[in-house]
């Protein structure tokens, strides 16, 4: 009886903040993948400065709607970290890098776990296929040189930063 109300209690008293599908962690997550993806090293270093003028990859717009954000992030931090985990630049901290890749793995595990979200063939959520195909296609073209990668760091950031703001209702410029 005593124990049952001590697990009560713990669970009453326990924040949101521990739950694996608390918000607020899933939106530090995504603060600490933009400041690592900003760690990394050099931003486009001027011996890349061709390559990221060579670039033909553009992100879309980032929609407002949940019913379309949702399956865009998952997709998102799910190709992302996949990229990160098979070809990443050997220019990069190791440190920052392996952090990065830990933190995408975790905000894969909250979508699948907080949203499963079945595959939508909503015309945004194809643009945002057609982009990441894209990026995969130019790095893999460029044979994941660390210049491609450097030029697609950027990009990435952009679109995470986009993701951040339109999510967490923030203006706080990260990096």
């Given amino acids: ?36 993806l900003c760690s990394l090293g050099e931003m486009r270093p001027e011996r890349c400065k061709g390559e990221a003028e060579n670039m033909k990859v553009q992100s879309p717009k980032i929609s407002k709607q949940e019913e379309i954000i949702l399956p865009v992030l998952e997709m998102s ?6 990229l990160l985990m098979k070809n990443p630049s050997s220019d990069w901290k190791s ?12 905000q894969r595990q909250f979508y699948a776990t907080c949203y499963p979200v079945a595959s ?22 460029k044979s994941f040189s660390s210049c491609a990668w450097e030029s697609s760091r950027t990009v990435i950031l952009q679109v995470m930063r986009g993701f951040y703001i339109s999510t967490a209702k923030s203006s706080i410029k990260i990096c």
């Avoid at 005593?2 to 962690?25: G, H, K, M, N, R």
């Avoid at 440190?95 to 975790?106: E, K, M, R, T």
């Avoid at 959520?125 to 073209?141: C, G, H, P």
Wanted: hydrophobic share 40%.
């Fill in 1 to 36: 009886m005593l124990i049952t109300l001590y697990v009560f209690l713990c669970i009453c008293i326990t924040p949101a903040v521990f739950s694996p599908c608390s918000d607020q962690q899933e939106r530090k997550r995504r603060q600490d993948i933009i400041s690592k």
């Fill in 120 to 141: 939508s063939t909503h015309a945004e959520v194809e643009k945002w296929s057609a982009f990441w195909s894209n990026l995969t296609d130019y790095l893999t073209e």
């Fill in 95 to 106: 440190s920052d890098l392996h952090v990065l890749q830990q933190l995408l793995g975790h």
């Fill in 77 to 82: 931090f799910r190709i992302l970290s996949d």
